[in-house]
């Protein structure tokens, strides 16, 4: 199977991987003719890239790290915790939340157990998910991606728990920015992005009185948009004023932002979204964290076409998870021509050959 832009996929492809709704229900089936019309609504729908199959790659295998049924639970979790939490802030009535803590660290183990027990670097671009709420997947895709960066770092079990509600909450102060400017689907003016900046803040407040939940989490709410410069919000803080939890979900934040599809813009491949975060280390972002990062993502998702500095032209077809930059690639192309027999070759071993481009960012290029 191979991973391609919808924008580029041609009617009569034949979809590889089901797509689902955020209650993990199938949408459109494995092994269905792709239409003019459902590549469109794919789109409409949030879908910007998918498995086609491809007798070339019929025998890869993606894993992305975190099962389908402990996404859906998360979500489901996620989306129930988090409007409860509205409702009850939007009526002024004093949070009564005994079981969120508990419920919540149920979905932290599940996310840390499939984590620990998958060998490959993360990657969150094959998970074809139709979602409501970009709120409920984008907060379940940071956890998953800081407690990934949090596991390769070695904290302990308690520590990786407090990480762990720390991101699963740190947009939860959203659940109080009027609708209107929270689901607006151009960009925010000036006004409205001072307003959904309180989130940061609003989502300290929620949580600092919720009963047996860490100050730690509430304090990762408040700080994850603060920046190394102190050109972050609300509190503008610089270096170690900010808590390593909070350095470490900013990464994961930006990096699951620019990597989602939005109304306003084309999403990023992982591998632009780690340059944008290489742009801002130092100034915005830790560089060790960032480095760690990069070894805990899939850069070239398997199942992604890549050309390389030598020009052929091949397809991703397994992680090296100590180097997620150097993947096994199987050459499909030399020279401009197909080829009849393909081959693999893996770039770890071969450190004079790299990736100069992907299938999908020549496609945006050409558009």
Do not use: W
Request: charge should be negative; include cysteine.
């Amino acid at each position: 199977m191979r991973l391609v832009a919808v924008r580029s996929v041609t009617a009569g492809a034949i979809l590889a991987k089901p797509i689902y709704n955020d209650n993990g229900q199938i949408l459109l089936c494995e092994g269905v003719e792709l239409t003019e019309r459902s590549l469109t609504r794919l789109y409409e729908l949030g879908i910007s890239f998918i498995y086609i199959h491809d007798k070339r790659t019929n025998d890869i295998e993606i894993e992305t790290g975190v099962s389908l049924e402990t996404k859906r639970k998360a979500l489901k979790a996620i989306k129930s915790e988090f409007q409860a939490i509205s409702n009850q802030v939007k009526l002024k009535k004093s949070l009564n939340l005994d079981h969120f803590e508990k419920d919540f660290a149920v979905i932290i183990r599940a996310i840390l157990s499939d984590i620990k027990n998958n060998d490959n670097a993360l990657t969150l671009l094959s998970d074809m998910f139709v979602y409501d709420s970009y709120i409920f997947t984008h907060s379940l895709n940071v956890t998953v991606y800081t407690l990934g960066l949090a596991v390769d770092l070695g904290f302990s079990d308690k520590q990786l728990m407090d990480i762990g509600l720390g991101s699963l909450l740190h947009d939860v102060g959203k659940m109080v920015i009027p609708l209107e400017i929270l689901n607006k689907p151009g960009r925010l003016t000036d006004e409205e992005f001072q307003v959904m900046q309180e989130h940061s803040m609003a989502g300290f407040n929620i949580l600092r009185n919720i009963p047996n939940l860490s100050l730690l989490s509430a304090h990762c709410a408040l700080q994850h948009h603060e920046r190394l410069d102190g050109t972050g919000y609300p509190r503008g803080l610089k270096h170690d004023d900010i808590h390593y939890y909070a350095k470490m979900i900013a990464i994961a934040d930006v990096f699951d932002a620019v990597t989602s599809h939005r109304v306003y813009r084309k999403p990023m491949l992982p591998h632009e979204g780690l340059e944008l975060l290489y742009s801002g280390v130092g100034n915005q972002f830790d560089q060790n964290l960032v480095e760690a990062f990069r070894r805990t993502v899939a850069i070239y998702p398997v199942g992604l076409t890549v050309t390389l500095s030598d020009q052929r032209v091949g397809i991703v077809v397994k992680q090296n998870k100590q180097l997620s930059t150097h993947p096994v690639v199987r050459i499909i192309e030399e020279n401009g021509v197909e080829l009849k027999e393909t081959y693999d070759i893996d770039l770890m071993k071969q450190y004079n050959v790299t990736i100069v481009a992907t299938e999908a960012t020549l496609a945006a290029a050409a558009q």
